[in-house]
Structure formats: structure tokens, C-alpha cells
């Protein structure tokens, strides 16, 4: 529905439908939809105003809420409520950094602060500043069951959450951003919907059972009336860009997208994206996740790629995670460690065509995209949550782990991320949950929890009940029990980044592991050239160091100053010498 003036046009997707009709419970009449096509239904209805409530009564029988809603204040199965989407925005100088300068910031609307609210997260946002961030990325928004999920149940794709505070609230948040500085990264999913409050199958075949997902039926890409599907979810994309000024879009789980058609989803959407961006002048990316290993994702359409602007890489994370200390089980069985570490941080994807014993056959094919299209971490909504008890790294590993860990994403020859709270160490867990109301849903939920730990995270108990409150409470971020040591630390080595070009995301890497000392020597070169010395081992470990040159200590993690047992290499360095590396520790040299 559009509103201008008091005056509403409607336009309803149901090439299924027999007969159509908006109804506006407050003044309890229906008004009749035209056919306009063989799929679109259109009707105009004078006074209309902002807030008020209606439904589309389907085939004569059924109330439904607007397919295409943009408010659902009773929650999604009450009526829809009329948006209007103009907004005073104070942004006309906003520039959106290049991407390969983002420094990333991943935050769970509901949990980030104590409102849980996106007034919560404007409050917060010099915080981010004065750590470095210059991009936040906010979970799912689109308008779930209840008050408490991660946000990919959304049922309501172009409804934001009402009790984060709707789409004016989103839209402040994002004015405020870019008065700052900063930029919006929303994370979208179009791969599947929510299971409760799903009613898009009532108005025309939005799903197919031609593929299976995770999540049941696939939505409709490539079947019979997918074209009104994929101008539904292509216009989710563009809506986010336009009405909400959204710099960039994560899209989740793309590998879980299914078609076949001769111009890919995300190709076609990504064509109207920069469409869109000739109208704007402003710059709007599409970023993706996905396990495929696959380079069509990132590659330019004159490669015949579907040119998505960056990709999370899992695999960086989950070989650094094996580096240090994690179980090799469960996806984390495929890698050995600090060699498939020294590999990604040389070729991106750590399988790029070898046999995985994971998946039971060969996986992946080799990237020539730059280091500036990939984000790295060592810890994201995923990769916390999927824990059976939520543990974040704090949690998990030693102080000194911490830091060693920070400096691999933050010196990575890709764009860093970070999940909300690491900065400090913060310890409180970050657990799966949700808020449905179908008690025979919920109790389907908690049987699946326990299946998915059966063999990973084994022996570690039972996992906490994800539709207790208490299970959402205790997830939320503890700002008063900070350690600002480490958060020090990370405005320190975030500083560097910025600071030095050689750090600057790019391809220009040498990295190369000693896989029985643990030991890893990494390469940086643009305008500068630095070494960085990486001891994921718990005993202190001697290097030879036979560079040509002076080299000067840029940092050394384990210094007394960082909380560490003290200084163990030179402030400078000329061949030949031998340097000693604290346990667990990072030492950055450049060369002057």
C-alpha cells in the first residue's frame, strides 16, 4: 500500500485469488480490488490515514495481514497498519565509505542494550566511534513472532520489528549513524521465511516444492509465477536503500538461495540495485554469506559472476578457531589448523577444490577477487550462538588468546568484523531464542535444539530453553563489567589498521606456518612493508629473523601495557637475530 495525501493505492500479488478486497476493521467495511492482470489485484480508496489498520479479506473468507505490510503493531497475525515511509532526513552529505574501509560492528538489536530498542543503539554509538567502527551491522529486523529472536523468523519482510520501534525508529537510527559518520549494514533474508505468522502462501505460490531448505519448501526464484516473487524480494532490497538510506545489505545464507533461471536472483537484483544507485548517487552494496566456496557470487558480471560487492569467509574463522584450541568437530573437523589459517589468510577460501572430509567430496574453486570483497572474524552471531551454551570467547580462552585472536582479524588482508561485546571480553553468552506463541512450535523448537547438539558440543549438558526469558535476558550485553584494558587494546591495534597502508585489505600476502611450533609469519605489503609474527602456542617459541633492513616494533601483544607478562622481542630488529615470542602473543614489525 502507498500513501500520499490521505489518498492509498493498493496493489496485491494473487494470481491464485478469486476475488479480493481490503477490509478496515475500525470502520468494519471491505472495499473491492480490480483485477488488473492475470496477477495483480488494484484498488485506490481516499482517507486514509497513517496508523490505521486493515487486512486483505481473500477469495470472500479469510482475513490476512498485508503480504507487503510495512507495520504490524499487534504482532504478526493482527492487521496490518498504514506507514508512511517520508522521513526528514539530515543526511545529504553522507558519503558511504568505500567498502574496503569499513571496519564492521555486528549487533543484535534487542540484546546490545539495556532498552533493546533501536533508541538503545543510538545511544551507544559514540561508544562505537571512539573504538573505531565506522559500520554497523544490525541482525534481521523484519517483523518476527513476539518480542525475543535473532531476527531469521521474519515473516514480514518489509515490516520493521514494532518493538525495536518500527520503521521510524530505524529510520532515526540510520540519520543519526550518518550524521556521525557511520554506516548501516541491515542484515535481510531471502531464502526462507519464519515458520509462525507466515501467511505469504495463502496469496500465490511465493514458495515451490520443486527444492528443499533447511527450512522446508524453497521460495518460488524459478517456478511457475516466480516473477512476482522475485519482484517482491528485489523490491525488499530496494526499499531498504531508498526509504531507510541502508548503506549496504548482508544477505543471509544465499547458498540456500535455489534458481536455475538464465539471470540469477542476485544478479537481477544486484542490476537493479546499481539501477537504483544512478538515481541516488549514493553507492549501495550487496554483501552475501555463503559456504559454497563459489567465486560466480563476487565475480563481475563480465565473468559471469553475480557481482555481489563482498562475502563473509567462514572458513577464516573456523581454521582460526582450530588454531586456537577449538575441538575438531562438527564443521570445525575439516580443518587442521595454523596451516589452513596461513592459507586462507593467503588464498581466501581454505578449500578451493580439495577432497573435505566433512562434506564427503571436493569442495570449492580458487578466488582472484581482492582482499576488499571479503569480511573476516573470529566471532559472529553464528559462531556464538551455535555453541550449545552460547559461549563467547571471553569465555573460552585465555586473556592473552583474546588479544592474539583480535589482531588476526583486525591485521587480516580483509574487512574486519567484530561482534558486539568482544571488544571488552564480554563473558555474558550470546544463546539462541525465540518468543512464538504456538506452544506445539515452540516445543518443535526445543526438540531440534537438542538434535543439533547430539554430536557437537557433545557432553556439555542440556541446552538452555531458547523461548525462556530468561535464555533471552541473559544474552544481553553487561556495559558495567567491562574490562577497558582490552577495550583499550582494540582501539590500540584498530588505530594501526587505520594508521599504516600496509594493512589496508588487499591480495599482498605471504604467509607461511610452522605447523609443530604453532607459529605463523605473515607478510603485509602497500607503501610499506611489515612482518607479522603470530605464537598460537602456550609456550614461548624463538624466531630467527633474517630480513634485510631495520625493523622497528610496531606492537607486541603480550607487553606489560596490554596486561601481558612483558616484552620479549627488541623495539628493533637488524639481521641476524633471534627474537622470542611470548606464549599466545603477536609481533608486528615495520620495516623503516
Not at 562505537?128 to 535473532?150: H, K, S, T
Not at 540456500?256 to 536472483?265: E, F, G, N, T
Not at 556464538?384 to 559461549?391: A, T, Y
Request: glycine fraction near 8%.
Amino acid at each position: 500500500m502507498n500513501l500520499q495525501d490521505g489518498q492509498a493505492t493498493v496493489r496485491l500479488w494473487g494470481p491464485s485469488l478469486q476475488k479480493a478486497a481490503i477490509h478496515f476493521p475500525g470502520k468494519n467495511i471491505d472495499l473491492p480490488l480490480e483485477k488488473a492482470d492475470e496477477a495483480y489485484w488494484v484498488g485506490s480508496f481516499p482517507v486514509v490515514r497513517e496508523g490505521e489498520f486493515y487486512q486483505f479479506r481473500i477469495n470472500g473468507e479469510k482475513l490476512l495481514p498485508d503480504p507487503a505490510s510495512l507495520a504490524q503493531p499487534g504482532g504478526v497475525h493482527g492487521p496490518s497498519a498504514v506507514q508512511d515511509l517520508s522521513f526528514s532526513w539530515q543526511d545529504v552529505h553522507w558519503k558511504n565509505p568505500l567498502l574496503k574501509d569499513y571496519m564492521i560492528y555486528e549487533l543484535h538489536c534487542g540484546t546490545f542494550s539495556e532498552e533493546g530498542n533501536f533508541e538503545g543503539i543510538e545511544k551507544k554509538l559514540d561508544h562505537l566511534l571512539d573504538l573505531g567502527v565506522n559500520a554497523i551491522e544490525i541482525m534481521p529486523v523484519a517483523q518476527f513472532p513476539g518480542e525475543r529472536n535473532w531476527g531469521y523468523d521474519g515473516v514480514f519482510p518489509f515490516a520493521v520489528q514494532h518493538s525495536y520501534g518500527g520503521a521510524r525508529g530505524l529510520q532515526q537510527l540510520v540519520n543519526a549513524c550518518h550524521q556521525k559518520g557511520m554506516a548501516v549494514i541491515l542484515d535481510v533474508v531471502y531464502n526462507h521465511l519464519g515458520p509462525e505468522g507466515n501467511y505469504l502462501g495463502e496469496f500465490g505460490p511465493y514458495f515451490t516444492d520443486k527444492y528443499k531448505t533447511p527450512w522446508g519448501n524453497a521460495i518460488n526464484f524459478d517456478d511457475a509465477w516466480c516473477d512476482g516473487v522475485r519482484e517482491y524480494f528485489i523490491e525488499n532490497a530496494l526499499m531498504w536503500f531508498r526509504d531507510f538510506h541502508v548503506d549496504a545489505l548482508r544477505l543471509d545464507a544465499v547458498h540456500a538461495i535455489r534458481d536455475l533461471s538464465a539471470v540469477h536472483i542476485l544478479r537481477e537484483m544486484k542490476m537493479r540495485v546499481d539501477e537504483l544507485a544512478r538515481t541516488t548517487g549514493r553507492k549501495h552494496y550487496l554483501i552475501v554469506e555463503s559456504d559454497l566456496n563459489d567465486p560466480r557470487y563476487i565475480d563481475p558480471f563480465d565473468k559471469g559472476g553475480y557481482a555481489m560487492d563482498a562475502q563473509w569467509v567462514d572458513e577464516f574463522h573456523h581454521a582460526l578457531r582450530v588454531t586456537a584450541g577449538e575441538k575438531q568437530e562438527g564443521y570445525y573437523s575439516d580443518f587442521n589448523g595454523i596451516g589452513h589459517l596461513a592459507k586462507s589468510f593467503r588464498d581466501v577460501y581454505v578449500y578451493d577444490g580439495q577432497f573435505s572430509v566433512h562434506r564427503k567430496r571436493k569442495f570449492g574453486a580458487p578466488t582472484q577477487a581482492g582482499g576488499g570483497q571479503f569480511i573476516v572474524f573470529s566471532q559472529n552471531h553464528d559462531q556464538v550462538g551455535n555453541r550449545m551454551l552460547g559461549e563467547r570467547t571471553a569465555s573460552l580462552v585465555s586473556f592473552e588468546m583474546q588479544k592474539l585472536l583480535a589482531a588476526s582479524v583486525i591485521f587480516s588482508p580483509y574487512i574486519p568484523m567484530l561482534f558486539m561485546g568482544e571488544e571488552w571480553g564480554e563473558k555474558n553468552p550470546f544463546l539462541y531464542f525465540v518468543s512464538h506463541t504456538d506452544e506445539a512450535l515452540a516445543e518443535a523448537v526445543r526438540k531440534g535444539r537438542r538434535e543439533e547438539f547430539s554430536s557437537f558440543f557433545s557432553g556439555e549438558g542440556e541446552a538452555p530453553d531458547p523461548m525462556s526469558e530468561e535464555t533471552f535476558l541473559r544474552s544481553r550485553l553487561s556495559w558495567g563489567e567491562r574490562n577497558n584494558l582490552l577495550l583499550d587494546y582494540y582501539k590500540h591495534i584498530i588505530q594501526l589498521r587505520k594508521l599504516h597502508p600496509c594493512f589496508a585489505p588487499g591480495r599482498n600476502v605471504e604467509a607461511v606456518a610452522d605447523e609443530a611450533l604453532k607459529l605463523l609469519w605473515l607478510r603485509r605489503r602497500s607503501g610499506q612493508d611489515a612482518i607479522l609474527v603470530f605464537n598460537y602456542s602456550q609456550v614461548a617459541a624463538e624466531f630467527q629473523w633474517t630480513e634485510e633492513g631495520e625493523w622497528k616494533c610496531l606492537l607486541e601483544s603480550s607487553a606489560k601495557s596490554w596486561g601481558g607478562p612483558g616484552s620479549a622481542s627488541p623495539v628493533l630488529l637488524q639481521k641476524p637475530a633471534k627474537i622470542l615470542l611470548n606464549p599466545e602473543s603477536v609481533s608486528i614489525y615495520l620495516h623503516v
